[in-house]
């Protein structure tokens, strides 16, 4: 199986402007998809950064769970993701100042349950 994120990582450091474009012009059911979901999920702030950050947490843990031969997909590790995302998303919505940083504790909690599991294998 393809690294897809280096890949995409390799055709961006070779400016490879075509690649880019067959991948939106091919790819435009799930650019409209993640954008929806960036905006739906935000209540409509900033529906593309947040796209492409789902689009990256998919790719990348598309990657990582294709490397090392194991998902966060069980009972215990979803539950463990959902234990720790929704108090820390609640926290995050609530404080001043704070909502700004949604996007990026719900990467940082997907990874941190991934380095969890990983050490409990």
């Known amino acids: 199986m393809a690294a897809v ?69 069980t009972a215990g590790g979803l539950g463990l993701l959902y234990m720790l995302r929704v108090p820390l998303l609640l926290f995050l919505e609530k404080g001043k100042g704070t909502s700004k940083y949604i996007p990026l504790a719900w990467v940082l909690s997907f990874f941190f349950t991934i380095a969890v599991v990983a050490f409990m294998v």
């Open 5 to 73: 994120f280096v890949d995409w990582l390799m055709h961006l450091f070779a400016l490879d402007l075509g690649f880019f474009i067959d991948l939106v012009m091919n790819n435009l059911f799930w650019i409209f998809g993640f954008y929806a979901a960036g905006y739906l999920f935000t209540g409509g702030k900033h529906p593309i950064r947040n796209g492409i950050i789902y689009v990256l947490l998919v790719v990348v843990s598309m990657d990582m769970f294709g490397l090392v031969k194991f998902s966060i997909y």
